[in-house]
């Protein structure tokens, strides 16, 4: 798969990674969630999401961080080369996502990530996940920097935050990716800002639920524009959707996600599509009222704050 520089680093990436939420969420069995990552990297993709939170709650935080640590380790390609990027500030709590934004529980997670990735060299992507309205951007990101001076941490990133927030991060730490929700249902990133700040200043954009997340993903092939497209070219609807992003601006790295791997396969090919002016402008054409709208909520997760 062809590679890219993560933002403004020398850390080379594949153009499209693999978010592996859905492998501890859903749980899948473990030797199937290791087969399924063993596939991923196979395939030339470099760049992994996760989160330490990316667990069913607080009793086995750390799950998806230390899954593919596992499969990392029983990998019989070149490890080395794969690019783990892992979050924190967002905690499991009976099946909920609550934001913790305080620096010393930053701190205490990033050190117990660095653990379960290994704990032999440092975390190369650590994001804070959210910001926490109670705590000062620069308090949270204090933690990060000193991981980053503690060489616990190599790069730093954020997500969910605004340019306003991005700035305030930036005056404690360099900040390389932000990673915020961006799909056909959630276009803010083009509106609020954040994706052209992120091309001015060389810093890698993360689009998560770039296909719509589950329940509105599997319903793309509906879209006229999507359908007539992905069936002209061949594909399917969501790797179409992939491919879009890579077309869309130079500094976008989509993260597509899924338990099953021909699922994840489809949307990571991705990266042999090359869309037209035409096909892009026809997809960035498609307006809210053409998607289909089902239960699931297409708006950008706001998450309540730790009591």
Request: charge should be negative; proline fraction near 6%; include cysteine.
């Amino acid at each position: 798969m062809r590679e890219r520089l993560l933002g403004n680093t020398e850390t080379r990436v594949s153009i499209v990674g693999y978010g592996a939420m859905a492998l501890s969420l859903e749980r899948v069995p473990e030797a199937e969630a290791i087969d399924t990552l063993h596939r991923v990297f196979d395939l030339g993709v470099t760049f992994i999401d996760t989160a330490y939170s990316y667990c069913d709650d607080e009793r086995d935080q750390h799950h998806n961080e230390k899954l593919i640590a596992r499969a990392l380790s029983s990998w019989t390609g070149d490890a080395s080369r794969i690019v783990v990027a892992t979050k924190g500030g967002a905690i499991r709590v009976n099946g909920r996502w609550l934001r913790k934004g305080a620096p010393e529980h930053l701190y205490d997670v990033i050190r117990a990530s660095h653990e379960a990735l290994g704990g032999r060299e440092p975390i190369a992507l650590w994001q804070h996940h959210w910001p926490d309205p109670r705590v000062p951007i620069r308090d949270s990101m204090a933690a990060a920097r000193r991981a980053v001076d503690e060489g616990l941490v190599r790069h730093v990133g954020i997500s969910n935050y605004s340019v306003a927030q991005i700035e305030e991060a930036r005056s404690v730490v360099d900040i390389v990716t932000v990673q915020n929700q961006y799909n056909l249902w959630c276009r803010d990133p083009e509106r609020d800002g954040v994706l052209a700040y992120c091309e001015r200043e060389n810093i890698c954009f993360l689009p998560y639920r770039p296909v719509g997340g589950l329940g509105l993903a599997q319903q793309l092939h509906h879209t006229r524009v999507l359908a007539e497209l992905a069936a002209a070219r061949g594909v399917s609807p969501w790797r179409l959707m992939i491919a879009w992003f890579l077309a869309r601006s130079p500094c976008i790295l989509p993260i597509p996600g899924s338990m099953r791997w021909k699922n994840a396969e489809d949307c990571l090919r991705a990266a042999e599509v090359a869309l037209t002016p035409d096909e892009v402008r026809r997809i960035d054409a498609i307006s809210i009222d053409e998607l289909p709208r089902l239960t699931t909520d297409p708006r950008p997760l706001v998450l309540p704050a730790d009591s």
